[in-house]
């Protein structure tokens, strides 16, 4: 199925308590009447059910921010796909920087995460980005075709997967690339994509990092960017309902 444009997601991270999180959701339901684009928001896991109880029928999806790679076993503290699909998500971000750099993820242990995501289901998010020195040292190109060609499983097709650009320098910092940059990053995904998908051309690519109100509408309105991943900006629902719309999203 093809995602509607703008592909708007919210990461809300390591934040929100209930209250807080049913709130935002439920802010984020009644706004939604009719979705024009594909509007998602990715909480803990301790409120993926709640919250997609609190916006069922509203179209807005609901993703986890990572699973196992097995789908269950004797793995203390691990959430499995099937779980995530089980509370009521229909989505998961996978290869989130936080987790490749902060808890040192691998390309190898994302792909295996991707087939079992497949597998429950769900729809995945791969996040994809490099370093600031990468990004200083001319090598941002080569690190992002390494990452596609480590978390890409063989064979697989293009539904149900969306790529995330995120520069790592750029996530929580304010800082972002040049609209030329970000324009440019995408055709070149957009081209690898397509070289190693049949029909990798339709995956929906996403830019995230300090992604803001006042930002969105120019960085959305690029070739090849199909929407964004938003961190700190989703946590409030007029900012986040604000970039959605400058994305063209009713
Ligand atoms: P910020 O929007 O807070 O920079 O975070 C981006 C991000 O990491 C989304 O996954």
Known sequence: MRLARPVVFGNWKMNGLR????????TLAERAVRLTGTLGVFPPFTLIHAVAQRV??????VGGQDCHEKASGAYTGCVAAPMLADAGATAVILGHSERRHGLGETDALV?????AARAAGLLVVLCIGETEAEYLTGARSARLRAQLDGSLPEGIGPEGLVVAYEPVWAIGTG??????EIRATHGEIRELLARRIVGGE?????????VKPDNAAEIMALADVDGVLVGGASLDARSFWTIYQAGGGA
């Open 175 to 180: 800082r972002t690339p040049t609209a030329e």
């Open 111 to 115: 792909r295996a995460k991707l087939v």
């Open 19 to 26: 209250a807080e999180g049913l709130a935002l959701a439920g």
């Open 56 to 61: 069922k029928g509203s179209g807005i999806l």
């Open 202 to 210: 339709e995956v929906p690519l996403l830019y995230g990092g300090s």
